[in-house]
Structures are given as C-alpha cells and as structure tokens.
C-alpha cells in the first residue's frame, strides 16, 4: 500500500500506481507478456505467453536472449531505438500474434528493457477494426475524387458556342493566351460567359492537370476576402478552426485561380493581391509564416478599370499586373449571326437537364429574339428560353410564345433623331428613354424599374452608368 500523505498520494507515487496498475491489468487481460532486460534477454513471461509459444516450462527462458526464445522478436529494436511499436502481428511458427511493445525506462530516463504484450493470438480479431479503417479510407478517397472533380474544368472551347467573326476572333485570341504562363483579363458585360472563357483557357494550358479554383468578389464580404484569398492560421483568432484553413490561393498551386469581378476589390486588398502576384508568396491570416505559390491569375470584370483607375478607385500597378493579355467577350447583340445556333443549343441543353424531349426553335422565334437587346446577354438568352420550354406544349418554341414573356419591341425612333449618330445612338437613345420611362413609373426605386424593363437590377445600374442618366440619390 502506497502511503499517502494528508490523505492525498503524492504525485509519482500516484503515477508509479498507475503504471503498476496497468502492467497488472495488461497482464491480466492479454493472452500473454513478456519482459526483457537492457540486454535483450528474457526475464519475465507469463505462462499463457508460454503457452502459446510451445513452452513447457517458462523458467527455462529465462536469462536467455529473447531471439532464441521467440526468433522473430523485435523487442532489441525497441530497447535500441527507445521508441515503442504499437501494433504489429508476429509470425511464429504456423501461427501469428497481435503484439505491442514498449520500452520501459529508468528515473533517469535511461531504456533499461521492454515489455510486450500480446493483445490476441489470432489477427483475424483486428478484422473489424480493419474493415472499418478500409472503409474510412474508401470514404477519403471518394471525398477526395469528389473534390477534384469539382474544381476541374467543365468547359473547353468548343463550349463557347459562335460561328461570327467577334467569336471566332476571341476563340482564336485565347488559344494563343492558353499557351502562356501570363496574366489574362477578361473584359465583357455580365452573361457574355466571362468563367466559361476561363476555364476553357485553363483546359487547354499546360496547367489543365491543375486545379481551376474560381472566386466571385462580389459574392464575398468584404471582411471575409482576405482569408477566402489566403486562408487561416490556426487558432488565429477566437472562433477559428483549430486545424487552420486553406485559402484558394494554395488551393490553386500549380493551375489557375479565376478572380471574377476583380473590379469591386477593395483598395486594401488589392495591395496583397499585387504583392501575391508579383513575389508568388502570401502569409495567412494570423501567421508570420511565407508560404510560396505558383499560380496562373485570370481575371474578369464588366467595370471599366481604365476609368477606375483613371478616378483612383483602382490600383494602377495592379491593372497593369493583371492586363497583361487583354481579352473581350462580345455581347449578345453584337452577335445576331449566332443567334440560330446558340439558340438551338440552349434549348438542347435545357431539354436534357430538364429531362424533356428534345425541343425545337423556329426561324419566326430566332427574329424575335434578335429584335430584342438583351442587357443579360446569354444567361438572360438561357432563362428566356427555359421559360418558354416549361410554360409551352408545343415541340417548337415559336415566336407567340416568346411574346408572352418577353418585352414588347420598342418603337424606333423618327428617322430624324438618328441621323446624328446612326444606329448606335437611336439604339442609346431609346434605351435611355426606356429607362428613365421605367424610373418614373416606379417613382425612382430602381429595383421595380428593372422589374418592369425585364432586366436585372445590376444591368440596369450599368445602363444607368453607360447612358449617363441622371437619377435621384
């Protein structure tokens, strides 16, 4: 019985109870053990574990080395190493032990001998712990898949559907841009399929077996883009994952990082970016720690940045970083030779995400379509389009059907007013009165007027922009 001091035990006597305690019950529990000396010889074996090694008299091993007794012992290379091993099946004879081994120490710390012990006399017994490590590593393996094939790419060039010269100019243009290492900035209005040209830059570059990782600026606050960008120390501040967080930035090392509306980037950030971009290294949030990148930016906007820049609301020497190839997406009426075909190829592709039967579209509905101005360009083309499938019988989409959901075509101007400008200032100058038609309708609130235009509010704050109308605070 340990003493014990004022009715509590003292500290090491405490823990040499334990460790005599746990001998004991190992040894209890165990179909066997054994001791050795600094010298690798048998000092102590229990009879079960005499048992099962064939051993008639387990006094008889003692003294002897413990290879003569049990040759395929590995209880030397712990006392030689000092390090335990844990888990190990030991083959001896025609059968096979579950074994683990321990060194034990002196007070100075010193390896005076090993003891081992042996957990169960058949490994068929760890089948179901290795049932369950396979399935957990299956289970890896499948979340592991699952996240690459995320961010590869789904897109190539052909994707890009268009047969015009503004198409096949800029397909033409980024194949060449996909054989560099450089910056690329995409310039075009919202919906003329910006992250489509991306990733089919990033398929057809000498990166495609990387990862394509994709970041919308505009759909993440402001507070929050640092760590989205380069990620989290662990434990870096209250509330923080404990085992750190990745930013996209390591994410995409080795392939191509897409910054999608770059243009509503905070000054601030843009200086780290610039920094990133130029030394290829960055430092999480919370770490003091340099970790290095190697990654291909491409970035997209529909803001003017040389305006921006111009108005210091953009960092020059980061326009310049990132404007190295400079490519333009064309809008949708700058395009009316595609409209059959990216037509017809829409709705076959809604037809087979929807599980319908295969559409058609008929030339009545292609003019109606053309005479429209599609501020959304093709994401609005697509919901025009998927509309007129889910609300018609009919195995063609005809242009009655597109009347139902689109705006009434705008009376052209008198001859007169266009003839100071041609075209381009008739098509300014209706949608200007359009507009503020609409905005007065809805007593100024710009929500409802894009409402009553059919377009998106944010189209409507960039024609608002563009055509330089005037409206109340």
């Given at each position: 019985?340990?003493?014990?001091?004022?009715?509590?035990?003292?500290?090491?006597d405490?823990?040499?109870?334990?460790?005599?305690?746990?001998?004991?019950?190992?040894?209890?529990?165990?179909?066997?053990?054994?001791?050795?000396?600094?010298?690798?010889?048998?000092?102590?074996?229990?009879?079960?574990?005499?048992?099962?090694?064939?051993?008639?008299?387990?006094?008889?091993?003692?003294?002897?080395?413990?290879?003569?007794?049990?040759?395929?012992?590995?209880?030397?290379?712990v006392i030689?190493?000092?390090?335990?091993?844990?888990?190990?099946?030991?083959?001896?004879?025609q059968?096979?032990?579950?074994?683990?081994?321990?060194?034990?120490?002196?007070?100075a710390g010193?390896?005076?001998?090993?003891?081992?012990?042996?957990?169960?006399?058949?490994?068929r017994?760890?089948?179901?712990?290795?049932?369950?490590?396979?399935?957990?590593?299956?289970?890896?393996?499948?979340?592991?898949?699952?996240?690459a094939?995320?961010?590869r790419?789904?897109y190539?060039?052909?994707?890009?559907?268009?047969?015009?010269?503004?198409?096949?100019?800029?397909?033409?243009?980024?194949?060449?841009?996909?054989r560099?290492?450089?910056?690329v900035?995409?310039?075009g209005?919202?919906?003329?399929?910006?992250?489509?040209?991306?990733?089919?830059?990033?398929?057809?570059?000498?990166?495609?077996?990387?990862r394509?990782?994709?970041?919308?600026?505009?759909?993440?606050?402001?507070?929050?883009?640092?760590?989205?960008?380069?990620?989290?120390?662990?434990?870096?501040?209250?509330?923080?994952?404990?085992?750190?967080?990745?930013?996209?930035?390591?994410?995409?090392?080795?392939?191509?990082?897409?910054?999608?509306e770059?243009g509503?980037?905070?000054l601030?950030?843009?200086?780290?970016l610039?920094?990133?971009?130029?030394?290829?290294?960055?430092?999480?949030?919370?770490?003091?720690?340099?970790?290095?990148?190697?990654?291909?930016?491409?970035?997209?906007?529909?803001r003017?940045?040389?305006?921006?820049?111009?108005?210091?609301?953009?960092?020059?020497?980061?326009?310049?970083?990132?404007?190295?190839?400079?490519?333009?997406?064309?809008?949708?009426?700058?395009?009316?030779?595609?409209?059959?075909?990216?037509?017809?190829?829409?709705?076959?592709?809604?037809?087979?995400h929807?599980?319908?039967?295969?559409?058609?579209?008929?030339?009545?509905?292609?003019?109606?379509?053309?005479?429209?101005?599609?501020?959304?360009?093709?994401r609005?083309?697509?919901?025009?389009?998927?509309?007129?499938?889910?609300?018609?019988?009919?195995?063609?989409?005809?242009?009655?059907?597109?009347?139902r959901?689109?705006?009434a075509?705008?009376?052209?101007?008198?001859?007169?007013?266009?003839?100071?400008?041609?075209?381009?200032?008739a098509?300014?100058?209706?949608?200007?009165?359009?507009?503020?038609?609409?905005?007065?309708?809805?007593?100024g609130?710009?929500?409802?007027?894009?409402?009553l235009?059919?377009?998106?509010?944010?189209a409507?704050?960039?024609?608002?922009?563009?055509?330089?109308?005037?409206?109340?605070?």
């Amino acid at each position: 019985m340990i003493p014990v001091p004022n009715g509590r035990p003292a500290r090491e006597d405490l823990r040499e109870l334990a460790e005599q305690s746990l001998l004991a019950h190992f040894a209890d529990v165990c179909e066997g053990t054994i001791i050795v000396d600094g010298a690798a010889n048998v000092v102590w074996m229990t009879d079960r574990y005499a048992h099962h090694l064939g051993i008639a008299d387990p006094l008889a091993s003692i003294g002897r080395p413990v290879e003569e007794v049990i040759p395929n012992s590995q209880m030397r290379q712990v006392i030689e190493s000092g390090r335990p091993i844990m888990l190990d099946i030991m083959d001896f004879g025609q059968g096979a032990f579950v074994v683990t081994r321990l060194p034990l120490r002196d007070a100075a710390g010193q390896v005076v001998g090993a003891v081992g012990f042996m957990l169960y006399d058949d490994p068929r017994h760890l089948a179901p712990v290795f049932s369950r490590h396979q399935r957990l590593r299956a289970d890896l393996a499948e979340a592991e898949r699952k996240l690459a094939e995320a961010r590869r790419t789904k897109y190539t060039f052909s994707s890009f559907v268009g047969i015009g010269p503004a198409c096949s100019e800029l397909k033409l243009a980024a194949r060449r841009a996909a054989r560099t290492t450089s910056s690329v900035l995409i310039l075009g209005e919202t919906g003329t399929g910006k992250e489509l040209l991306a990733q089919a830059i990033h398929a057809a570059s000498p990166r495609a077996s990387g990862r394509f990782v994709a970041v919308n600026i505009a759909a993440v606050p402001e507070t929050l883009l640092e760590a989205e960008f380069f990620g989290v120390a662990a434990g870096a501040y209250t509330g923080a994952d404990r085992r750190g967080r990745v930013g996209k930035f390591k994410l995409a090392d080795g392939g191509t990082l897409f910054l999608d509306e770059i243009g509503d980037m905070s000054l601030a950030l843009q200086a780290k970016l610039l920094r990133t971009l130029q030394e290829h290294e960055f430092e999480a949030v919370g770490s003091n720690r340099l970790e290095t990148v190697d990654v291909r930016v491409i970035a997209a906007t529909s803001r003017n940045l040389e305006q921006m820049v111009a108005a210091g609301s953009f960092r020059a020497d980061l326009y310049y970083r990132l404007n190295v190839i400079t490519l333009k997406t064309p809008s949708l009426r700058d395009r009316p030779e595609d409209f059959s075909l990216l037509a017809e190829h829409l709705v076959d592709h809604i037809c087979r995400h929807q599980g319908m039967p295969v559409h058609g579209i008929t030339p009545a509905a292609i003019e109606r379509l053309r005479l429209h101005d599609w501020p959304g360009n093709v994401r609005e083309l697509s919901n025009v389009l998927e509309r007129a499938l889910l609300m018609s019988d009919a195995y063609l989409i005809d242009a009655v059907d597109l009347d139902r959901l689109m705006p009434a075509v705008s009376v052209p101007p008198a001859p007169g007013a266009a003839s100071g400008g041609g075209m381009a200032e008739a098509v300014a100058q209706a949608e200007r009165e359009a507009i503020q038609l609409a905005l007065g309708q809805a007593h100024g609130n710009k929500a409802q007027a894009a409402r009553l235009l059919g377009i998106s509010r944010a189209a409507l704050y960039e024609k608002i922009a563009v055509l330089g109308i005037l409206t109340a605070a």
